[in-house]
């Protein structure tokens, strides 16, 4: 089955604990991103891939690190969390950059930062 | 600044009526959009889209109607369903440049 898995699915955590959430896609797509989204706020999009070893930031990078090892992976890193990154995150990828090719989205994880 | 808004936050609908979410956009140079529907505990799900060279594209119960001079874009689902109770985000991009969310409608469809 085409997929985006990400885990984990919850979490909670103290400020300045280092976190890694997964993001594994099987479609064999080139372009993967990391969204979050905040009441009011909508899906902003935190850092994209456009194939591996090649990431860029997105509209909300602050904060964030990502890597793009292999095709498949891309996981956001959080090496100091604090509260304000309390937050729904997605992770996305498509064939292609651009909206010609629709995002699949991953189930999302949701991060409590205390 | 939100180049994409959706200035309703919520909609409420009679089953077997028209839904009509609206979502407007200030940037001309955007070529393409989108609409996601997103239920609880799930990431978004693709739905429908439209090309800027169009103004109408269907596809069953949706439809989305493109009015470029207004800048704005509107998702007809007629007629509602139960099912179709979700958060609905509209996007749009440039080019191949990446996706611009509006902050989403809640759709409820009341028996």
Request: glycine letters at 6%; hydrophobic letters at 30%.
């Amino acid at each position: 089955e085409a997929q985006v898995t990400q885990n984990p699915r919850y979490l909670i955590t103290v400020t300045g604990k280092k976190l890694t959430v997964t993001c594994s896609q099987n479609m064999n797509h080139e372009y993967m991103s990391w969204y979050r989204q905040d009441p009011g706020l909508g899906l902003r999009q935190i850092y994209y891939s456009m194939n591996v070893e090649v990431t860029d930031k997105g509209d909300v990078p602050e904060g964030y690190k990502v890597s793009r090892k292999e095709k498949r992976n891309f996981p956001l890193i959080l090496e100091s969390p604090s509260p304000n990154q309390t937050s729904l995150y997605f992770c996305a990828s498509s064939p292609l950059a651009g909206a010609t090719d629709t995002q699949y989205f991953g189930p999302g994880t949701r991060l409590t930062v205390l | 600044d939100q180049q994409v808004k959706q200035n309703s936050p919520s909609l409420s609908v009679q089953e077997g009526r028209i839904s009509i979410l609206n979502c407007d956009y200030t940037n001309s140079m955007f070529d393409y959009f989108l609409w996601y529907k997103k239920y609880p505990a799930e990431g978004p799900t693709f739905l429908i889209s439209i090309s800027s060279i169009k103004d109408k594209n269907e596809d069953g119960r949706f439809t989305v109607f493109l009015n470029k001079s207004a800048k704005h874009l509107s998702l007809h689902i007629v007629p509602s369903q139960p099912g179709d109770s979700a958060v609905y985000f509209c996007a749009a991009s440039a080019g191949t440049d990446k996706l611009i969310f509006g902050t989403g409608t809640r759709l409820q469809v009341f028996p």
